[in-house]
């Protein structure tokens, strides 16, 4: 396919833009996100022609049918950064686990979390495009625990970016702090906010469209990105998985899976949407979430309500969300930019928005929800460790779904995104099993010698940095020391 171009989901007189600009400005008109016009579709035979080739073959296969447009050897670099998984050719290898679930682990790269799987390669392409510019580029970034470290990472010592991380001070387990203020890098800064995982968030929205803030910047020659989940730079590399585990499961049971995404902005499980919309082998997805059970209520109901919800701190952080980004892309995709447009504008002033029941229908032609309590987490997260399958907490929620599925047909294989290492949340574990509320640290080890399993070296490092980045700030002082640091 030619070279594909970018549109915004809620219309406007926009000029359709390129991936390349779509992922340097994601923010297109009317507060709508960049998406692609067109989605190639494949015969059985190209699909079963891709079900032999590596990853990276297939990641190059599949971006040239998107028409993304990327240069070969700018691909070739970001792909190379797999290279820092723990195995480089299969970095997100799958553990069959009986006849019908398969655990698909996407936490093998080095903050062993999802993320790495996007935002690896995406820190490699966002600096190839920039290399030849006369500006500076600052990517900002809030976190409630995984993002941060991932993007720091990722961006750690490249030329012409700068990047600051904000966090809520106390909002994240010890490991996932030491993850980002240990990390020591020129061009990264991490602060902590005295707020929650909303407020990081706010601050942040409110930075990026702060007008005094970007003319100040530009006075110093720098442009303002941001590296969220709904960088259309990211979501592309969260296709390729999908692709990947439901070609390998197809291949060996020659059945449509189901897959199940421990979803919170909805990033992870558009990218198995859109693999489904290519033609690959996927039957439904179905999106696990916890006791913040947003997206249960609109793919069940068809009505999307967060007026009478406020938001529940969960044992699975990464999906204590009510604003679920990404969920817009989808609308896009099944009912146009105008209808995107509506239904957005109603959630933005009444804080809810309903489908048609066609439209409803529509979705459910792709998706089922459920969700799961932190008690029934806790409940899981010890049934398998007894069984010796050692899960994270999201991934646990996933474990529901797998039992709602099993109970309505007992044939259909389901994968299962693991979307962190156990290591990310020890201490969860451990008071799942009864060993009381440990440390990070010591949870950790409790665990490791139960199980004899072992603990990433990039963790065990962990406590034996110094924490450089110990700054904690007032939201109302923010503007001011990013602007100082740069
Ligand atoms: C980010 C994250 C999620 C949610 O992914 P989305 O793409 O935002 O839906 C789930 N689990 C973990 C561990 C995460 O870090």
Redesign the pocket.
Known sequence: MQQQYFIGTRGGDCPSITFKDALLNPNAPYGGLYTLKNLPTFSKEEIQSFANLDYTSLAKNIFKALGLGIVDSILENALKLYKNFDDSKIPAPLEKINETLYIQKLYCGPTR???DMALQPFGSIFSDFISNSSKEYLILTATSG??GPATLQSFANKPHIKVVCIYPKGGTSDVQRLQMTTLEAKNLKVIGINGNFDDAQNMLKNLLKDENFKATLEQKNISLSAAN?VNFGRIAFQILYHIYSSLQVYNLTKKPVHII?????????LGAFYAKIMGFPIQKIWIASNSNNILTEFIQTGIYDISHKSLQKTYSP??DILKSSNVERILFALFGENRTRELMESLEKNKKYSLEKSELQKIQQYFEATFCEDSYCLETLKKYATMGIII?P?TACGIKAYEQIQSLDSSIPCILCS??EWTKFAPTLTKALGMGDLSDEEALHTLAQKFSISIPKQILELFTKNEIHTQVVDKDLLPQTILQWL
């Open positions: 979390a999802f993320k995984d993002t989940s995404v421990p979803s919170g902005n909805f990033g992870n499980a990464a999906m994270d999201h979307t962190a």
